[in-house]
């Protein structure tokens, strides 16, 4: 059974930082043996992808986070992270953490619909 439980969301004015994590139960598996990645989901909208990283490091980051939101991961605290900077008003949505085993290529893997498991999100609202 996979259990993923993000936290650290919040709301902080523009120009602004969050540091978002979640919290990875893999059965039996650490997160240095899954694809990992961050979506997001604003009222009325699609879930997106924002940045994904797989079981050897590569990084794919959504266009419109890029030089902004840095991913990454801690194998030993089988935890995933995802600093967000310079937010924008338009970054306000739930945030989710998801994980599958094997990463779809590139920017292939920043597709909600390859992921099997998900959190409960964690809500980051921008005000201007």
């Known amino acids: 059974q996979v259990q993923l439980v993000e936290s650290g969301g919040g709301s902080v004015q523009a120009g602004g930082s969050l540091r978002l994590s979640c919290a990875a139960a893999l059965s039996g598996y650490t997160v240095s043996n899954y694809c990992m990645g961050w979506f997001r989901q604003a009222p009325g909208k699609e879930r997106e992808g924002v940045a994904t990283i797989d079981s050897i490091g590569r990084i794919s980051y959504a266009d419109s986070v890029k030089g902004r939101f840095t991913v990454s991961k801690d194998n030993a605290k089988n935890a995933l992270y995802l600093q967000m900077n310079s937010l924008k008003p338009e970054d306000t949505a739930m945030y989710y953490c998801?994980?599958?085993?094997?990463?779809?290529?590139?920017?292939?893997?920043?597709?909600?619909?390859?992921?099997?498991?998900w959190g409960q999100g964690t809500q980051v609202t921008v005000s201007s």
């Open positions: 998801a994980a599958v085993r094997i990463c779809m290529p590139g920017v292939a893997s920043l597709r909600a619909e390859f992921y099997h498991s």
